[in-house]
């Protein structure tokens, strides 16, 4: 069941990044202020997931609203402040991401970003989370950073090589993107998803701020 949702969400995350590179070459040429957007309209999607949020969680509606604003205030301070860290690193990591896509073909810079993001997280989670790789995981894990290096290469003539500029931007999106995301684990792992993302969200409109 999980493999048509993850091929139809890396769908949409291709046809999303597209779009990003339309807009950052055209409407929106400024990455940052592409991202203060982004932020910005963060906000709508945490009033939504509120308003919805006693559907998700098997709350009567609509005072289940109350009761999953109580939850919010009932968090650990520790869990809050992790969400909202994360929520700004996770708008950084769009800057620098944005900047790479401006630079660069999309076709190229999201692969290679991919790859960087599992590297910062294979290490991270070992540190933050306790995870560990099994063998399976680590050929795939080795294929997929292999793959990504290729792509981020720019052929010309006989020769390949990295465009740096980019590869500044890749990398430090990819840490970035990393380090958001095992946060967010840690989130979920004391918290629902609800709760969770509703944090992360502020955190995002504070980043982009």
């Given at each position: 069941m999980w493999l048509p949702i993850a091929l139809i969400g890396y769908f949409l995350f291709a046809a999303v990044k597209l779009t990003d590179r339309y807009l950052l070459k055209s409407s929106l040429p400024v990455p940052i202020g592409y991202a203060f957007y982004v932020g910005l309209f963060s906000i709508l999607g945490s009033l939504i997931i509120l308003f919805l949020s006693p559907l998700f969680l098997g709350l009567p509606f609509p005072?289940?609203?109350l009761t999953v604003v109580q939850l919010l205030v009932?968090?650990?301070?520790?869990?809050i402040l992790i969400a909202l860290l994360s929520g700004?690193?996770?708008i950084w990591?769009?800057?620098?991401f944005y900047y790479a896509v401006k630079e660069g073909e999309a076709s190229r810079v999201v692969p290679a970003i991919g790859a960087?993001?599992?590297v910062f997280v294979f290490i991270?989670?070992?540190?933050?989370?306790d995870e560990h790789l099994g063998i399976n995981e680590v050929f795939a894990f080795f294929f997929l950073v292999i793959g990504g290096v290729l792509v981020s290469l720019r052929i010309t003539g006989r020769s390949l090589h990295f465009n740096k500029r980019e590869l500044q931007f890749i990398f430090f999106s990819g840490f970035l993107f990393a380090l958001s995301w095992v946060l967010k684990k840690v989130v979920f792992i004391d918290q629902n998803f609800v709760i969770g993302f509703l944090w992360m969200n502020l955190g995002m409109f504070a980043g982009a701020m």
């Open positions: 005072t289940g609203i009932d968090v650990d301070l520790i869990i700004v690193l996770f990591a769009l800057i620098s960087s993001v599992a991270l989670a070992r540190f933050l989370v």
